[in-house]
């Protein structure tokens, strides 16, 4: 039997808990049995991990050698350790699939420090049989962090999506779509020239930037993000620098695959990344997109690139993105290898 753990969330216009759901939707589509643990929009925290603990105590009923439970991560850390520990006593399999990690943005875990959260994490993520990991980037870090659990890429996240493409305009517009606040988006507040127009989709817009140069187009729930997009290209940035993404947002784009990337992609949209992100090499290899070093670089690279070539390689990863291939072809390989040991 196959087991696919997962948390409710609460319905929200931010891409939050998208990427958690489509996991879901997609080991479900591989016979993996969705099994809650808690409704985290409803009751306390404490309430939710005593339901959590309840829920794990019937799952340890159920549980088989050779089953094999998929975890997403972030979870409670105290029901990530208590689900491993009766994994392991049952002698099934466990899969984790990392979504964020909090030492890697430079956000400790409350009450603790840098380095405590640093070793509680690799840890975890140490403790399962399977990780999945963002790509070959965070793959190498977790490594020279010491974890010795094999690891496989997803190489980007998917979007599962049936609707309608984003509308392309003929101008040279730049989509932001996401958390507009100063401390994430800060390159959105500073003066700069350029003669692109960004279009800026999301929350927490601190002051009105509606001049020529950008245009605030509103917040929609992630599926109904797509259809009302409008744009040529789609903007993976985040800091307060023009020249380089920064802080502790920028510098995590050195190893996570952010999800508004598959957003675009999933929208048929061509994508700007910085050029020092992990997901850089994904998009320039498959040739939806490119990377620049510096947000002044953009005019001219809109001008020079081949936007029609663009639009026609989209349309494979496209495809895959909406029909979850990425981490449909990482789970059969796990299960593939677990097999054959």
């Given at each position: 039997?196959?087991?696919?753990?997962?948390?409710?969330?609460?319905?929200?216009?931010?891409?939050?808990?998208?990427?958690?759901?489509?996991?879901?939707?997609?080991?479900?589509?591989?016979?993996?049995?969705?099994?809650?643990?808690?409704?985290?929009?409803?009751?306390?925290?404490?309430?939710?991990?005593?339901?959590?603990?309840?829920?794990?105590?019937?799952?340890?009923?159920?549980?088989?050698?050779?089953?094999?439970?998929?975890?997403?991560?972030?979870?409670?850390?105290?029901?990530?350790?208590?689900?491993?520990?009766?994994?392991?006593?049952?002698?099934?399999?466990?899969?984790?699939?990392?979504?964020?990690?909090?030492?890697?943005?430079?956000?400790?875990?409350?009450?603790?420090?840098?380095?405590?959260?640093?070793?509680?994490?690799?840890?975890?993520?140490?403790?399962?049989?399977?990780?999945?990991?963002?790509?070959?980037?965070?793959?190498?870090?977790?490594?020279?962090?010491?974890?010795?659990?094999?690891?496989f890429n997803l190489e980007i996240f998917?979007?599962?999506?049936?609707?309608?493409?984003?509308?392309?305009?003929?101008?040279?517009?730049?989509?932001?779509?996401?958390?507009?606040?100063?401390?994430?988006?800060?390159?959105?507040?500073?003066?700069?020239?350029?003669?692109?127009?960004?279009?800026?989709?999301?929350?927490?817009?601190?002051?009105?930037?509606c001049d020529k140069h950008a245009k605030?187009?509103?917040?929609?729930?992630?599926?109904?993000?797509?259809?009302?997009?409008?744009?040529?290209?789609?903007?993976?940035?985040?800091?307060?620098?023009?020249?380089?993404c920064s802080g502790d947002y920028g510098?995590?784009?050195?190893?996570?695959?952010?999800?508004?990337?598959?957003?675009?992609?999933?929208?048929?949209?061509?994508?700007?990344?910085?050029?020092?992100?992990?997901?850089?090499?994904?998009?320039?290899?498959?040739?939806?997109?490119?990377?620049?070093?510096?947000?002044?670089?953009?005019?001219?690279?809109?001008?020079?690139?081949?936007?029609?070539?663009?639009?026609?390689?989209?349309?494979?990863?496209?495809?895959?993105?909406?029909?979850?291939?990425?981490?449909?072809?990482?789970?059969?390989?796990?299960?593939?290898?677990?097999?054959?040991?």
């Amino acid at each position: 039997m196959k087991y696919s753990l997962f948390v409710s969330f609460k319905r929200e216009n931010n891409a939050g808990t998208k990427a958690v759901s489509d996991a879901l939707r997609i080991s479900e589509k591989l016979g993996y049995m969705a099994y809650s643990l808690y409704d985290e929009s409803v009751g306390s925290k404490i309430f939710n991990i005593f339901k959590g603990w309840l829920s794990l105590r019937l799952l340890k009923k159920k549980l088989k050698p050779n089953d094999i439970v998929f975890i997403q991560y972030p979870t409670n850390r105290f029901l990530i350790q208590y689900a491993l520990r009766i994994i392991k006593k049952k002698k099934a399999t466990s899969i984790v699939l990392i979504h964020d990690i909090n030492f890697l943005r430079n956000a400790p875990l409350k009450f603790k420090s840098l380095q405590a959260t640093e070793r509680i994490e690799l840890s975890l993520i140490d403790a399962f049989d399977y990780v999945i990991s963002h790509n070959t980037k965070m793959t190498r870090k977790l490594m020279e962090c010491g974890v010795e659990t094999r690891i496989f890429n997803l190489e980007i996240f998917d979007y599962l999506y049936s609707g309608s493409n984003a509308t392309i305009d003929n101008n040279n517009s730049v989509i932001v779509a996401g958390n507009l606040f100063k401390k994430k988006a800060g390159y959105l507040y500073s003066q700069f020239s350029h003669d692109f127009i960004f279009n800026l989709y999301g929350s927490n817009l601190e002051f009105d930037l509606c001049d020529k140069h950008a245009k605030y187009c509103g917040s929609f729930k992630p599926d109904e993000m797509i259809e009302n997009l409008k744009g040529r290209f789609g903007l993976v940035w985040d800091g307060d620098e023009i020249d380089g993404c920064s802080g502790d947002y920028g510098n995590y784009l050195r190893f996570n695959n952010p999800h508004k990337t598959s957003l675009y992609l999933a929208a048929g949209l061509p994508v700007i990344v910085w050029k020092e992100s992990a997901l850089c090499e994904f998009v320039e290899k498959n040739g939806v997109g490119f990377g620049v070093n510096s947000l002044n670089e953009v005019d001219e690279v809109i001008k020079k690139c081949d936007y029609d070539s663009m639009l026609n390689n989209i349309t494979r990863i496209k495809r895959n993105l909406r029909d979850g291939f990425y981490l449909t072809e990482v789970l059969k390989k796990i299960e593939e290898q677990n097999e054959a040991q």
